[in-house]
């Protein structure tokens, strides 16, 4: 072990020691969320080597190959990683009879691969949660050069929402932070939802590199860098408000040939005031070290008593000697600090085809009765990882531009039923395209 690993893994276990010892209220950490008793962190569990080696595609978690193109719910933007307006207890929001989403967008003048570095997020309006009509920018003057993927949460009593975002700095830095806008309300109408209100933005957390690292300490290590995707839930036991969030933790590493350069985890942060306007980090619950480099949108479902933890990764993101697929991966334990197991043994829970590995990409489960109902974007048709003479991903980029859009599909992609049974889980229906259920009033 280096001198600078070891100086950097001392840090993060002093800091899991203190925090895990004398709690939060040692600490002189106040929570204004009416709590009953704060959560105490524990050590992080790990998606281990082992567990990733039975990753198999199987009948239970491939999803349907997409035969047709959806049609798109924007003419003029690509649309991508999407969530739900939801209430503070996590329910998706029918408001007077709407619901709304919001999306990562980018003009189709643009092909596809560069849509991140414009990355700005609209909202669509819809009666029956699949035919969506586009409303506008969710934002006025964002922080940010543009903005990655979040969520966003209604408050009935305030009248306002909070909406949780990542402010990203231009190509080729992509120096990530999480922020917060409030202050917008919903103003409905027999023709549609309009937000309305003027909008304050605050950054509300940044890596440490100790318990996240900082892009910085990642440059070395030559893959990507993660500090982004904040998803807002309040713990249904203390009542906390709580984010998770998609992080890497430092290990030292400084070659992208190291199993420890794939170093993904799924950060913690806790509001200490009432506002939602300042947090604390708290170490991660899962690692995945030496495994995956990249947890990308973690997020929960509360189900039965447990908490079914649900992450999306590449299958370029897997440590060498690794392999897994574009999908859908997911962890269930019965509490925030507890002991997660991979589903169905492996954490697979929706994998796109072999015969189309990129069809879909950006999978999120919400609640839906005792099962989760999982909605998507189309990606790539068409292409082929393997050697039979298709286009390959990597190809993508060194084709004529128009090419390159005829591929991508750019909107919501059918939304997959899954049952939950425990730590197994099944694909049991295709629904619509883009198709959200809501959950609440």
Do not use: C
């Amino acid at each position: 072990m280096s001198d600078e690993t070891s100086s950097t893994e001392l840090n993060r276990r002093n800091v899991l020691k203190t925090t895990g010892a004398i709690g939060a209220a040692g600490l002189g950490l106040s929570f204004g969320t009416g709590s009953v008793a704060a959560v105490e962190p524990g050590d992080a569990s790990e998606w281990t080597a082992e567990h990733a080696s039975k990753i198999e595609r199987t009948d239970a978690t491939t999803a349907p190959v997409i035969d047709d193109g959806a049609e798109p719910i924007s003419d003029d933007y690509w649309i991508w990683d999407t969530w739900p307006l939801r209430h503070r207890d996590g329910s998706i929001a029918k408001i007077d009879g709407w619901q709304i989403v919001f999306s990562l967008t980018a003009s189709k003048d643009l092909v596809p691969g560069d849509r991140h570095n414009e990355a700005t997020i609209r909202y669509f309006y819809s009666r029956n949660g699949h035919s969506w009509r586009e409303g506008g920018t969710a934002f006025e003057n964002p922080l940010g050069h543009h903005q990655w993927a979040g969520s966003a949460m209604y408050d009935e009593s305030e009248d306002q929402i909070y909406h949780f975002y990542t402010a990203t700095s231009p190509e080729p830095e992509f120096r990530q932070r999480l922020a917060l806008a409030k202050g917008a309300s919903l103003e409905t109408g027999p023709r549609g939802v309009e937000l309305t209100g003027t909008q304050e933005h605050t950054i509300i957390g940044a890596a440490d590199g100790e318990l996240y690292q900082t892009l910085e300490q990642s440059r070395e290590q030559g893959i990507v860098y993660a500090f982004r995707d904040p998803w807002y839930f309040q713990h249904p036991e203390t009542g906390e408000d709580l984010l998770v969030f998609e992080g890497n933790t430092p290990t030292g590493s400084d070659s992208p040939s190291d199993p420890r350069s794939y170093n993904g985890n799924v950060g913690v942060m806790r509001a200490t005031n009432d506002s939602l306007t300042e947090w604390e980090l708290l170490p991660p619950n899962l690692e995945a070290i030496e495994v995956n480099q990249q947890l990308e949108r973690p997020h929960y479902v509360f189900n039965d008593g447990k908490w079914y933890l649900f992450v999306l990764s590449h299958e370029f993101t897997f440590a060498p000697g690794l392999q897994g697929p574009d999908a859908l991966y997911g962890f269930v334990s019965d509490s925030l600090y507890g002991d997660y197991e991979p589903l169905n043994g492996s954490g697979l829970v929706v994998a796109n085809p072999e015969s189309a590995p990129f069809q879909a990409y950006s999978w999120l489960a919400m609640p839906h009765g005792n099962d989760v109902l999982v909605e998507s974007f189309e990606n790539f048709r068409g292409l082929d990882d393997t050697s039979r003479g298709e286009i390959s991903l990597d190809e993508v980029g060194h084709l004529p531009p128009e090419e390159q859009k005829d591929l991508f599909g750019g909107t919501l992609a059918p939304s997959l039923k899954v049952q939950l049974r425990g730590s197994e889980t099944r694909i049991v229906n295709e629904l619509k395209d883009g198709h959200f259920v809501p959950s609440g009033n």
